[in-house]
């Protein structure tokens, strides 16, 4: 049987998708209540990081020892893959000793060359074109806190980036309508558009995007990676903010959504994450941590 990775939510089918946030909601219950869950013992991922991690390591590392397994960290810095070792024969060597690997990179080749390579399950941790897990984290707080997110109107307003372009998917596999609000030249990935068809629409502004909204979420305007555009980018983007303001023009019961870092007084308002009820963000940062133990139940052989 061939391994399955976790590249991109298009990996799983809707219902996979489905189970997998049910199953996050029942191991984040069995958490709460203090009960042993240990389906991982004597497994170890391996995780490894070409850029900043908090929440991403953390969930990760934190997960597998609560499924009863390890994770180890490596980092280009100090392993051979800064000096040049070959991915696939890293992909190689990491599938003989470990059951899993994460991976946390810029180019999403780096990705699909090392899965094409490895043994075992590979997961995305991040790379510059898609961030499944967190995205699988915001649909699980959504169900929790709003129920069935199909039909629903979500709208994503600024960058067209990794956290957009999966929000696209995410519309495609979870059935809902995506509005998206980018400055013009700054869109997502065309090709994924063109794929979700009627499903997502792109616009310039953010009022019209976020009409209506049962769901409201937005990202930092320089990505990992882009730190030289910075100046011309907050420019750019600062008539996207995210406040309270545009918030009342959402649906009354509308969620708000970051998937951290953010920065106060950029993309969102001074106060907005920490004062304002409709923000879920600690939520959504939380369920990083039990959509993907159930994530790394369904993928690692047990
Ligand atoms: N949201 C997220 O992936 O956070 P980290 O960059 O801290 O992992
Ligand atoms: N778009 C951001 C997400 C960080 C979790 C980045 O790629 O830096």
Redesign the pocket.
């Given at each position: 049987m061939s391994v399955r990775h976790f590249l991109s939510l298009m990996d799983c089918t809707p219902q996979e998708l489905n189970t997998l946030i049910r199953r996050g909601i029942e191991l984040k219950e069995l958490r709460k209540r203090g009960d042993l869950f240990e389906p991982l013992k004597n497994r170890i991922l391996g995780m490894i990081f070409e850029?900043a991690s908090t929440r991403t390591r953390l969930s990760f590392e934190a997960g597998m020892i609560q499924l009863g397994g390890q994770a180890i960290f490596l980092s280009p810095r100090d392993s051979q893959l800064g000096r040049g070792e070959p991915l696939a024969d890293t992909a190689i060597v990491m599938s003989s000793m470990l059951d899993a690997v994460m991976i946390r990179t810029f180019s999403h080749s780096t990705l699909t060359t090392f899965a094409a390579h490895a043994q075992v399950p590979v997961i995305n941790g991040?790379s510059?074109d898609l961030?499944p897990c967190?995205v699988l984290a915001d649909m699980q707080t959504f169900y929790e806190l709003r129920g069935d997110i199909t039909s629903k109107t979500v709208a994503w307003v600024g960058?067209g980036?990794?956290?957009c372009n999966t929000y696209i998917e995410a519309a495609i596999q979870f059935g809902f309508q995506l509005n998206i609000a980018c400055p013009d030249g700054y869109g997502p990935n065309a090709a994924l558009m063109a794929k979700a068809g009627d499903r997502v629409h792109l616009m310039t502004d953010p009022k019209q995007a976020v009409a209506g909204a049962h769901l409201v979420s937005t990202?930092?305007w320089v990505?990992?990676g882009q730190e030289e555009e910075q100046k011309s980018r907050l420019a750019l983007f600062a008539p996207y903010q995210v406040n309270a303001e545009l918030l009342d023009l959402a649906h009354p019961d509308v969620l708000f959504m970051h998937?951290?870092?953010a920065h106060r007084g950029e993309e969102i308002s001074d106060t907005l994450i920490d004062e304002d009820p409709r923000s879920v963000v600690w939520t959504q940062a939380e369920n990083r941590l039990h959509v993907q133990k159930a994530l790394l139940e369904f993928l690692v052989p047990h």
């Open positions: 850029k991040l510059d961030h967190q960058d980036n990794n956290m990202d930092v990505s990992m998937c951290l870092p």
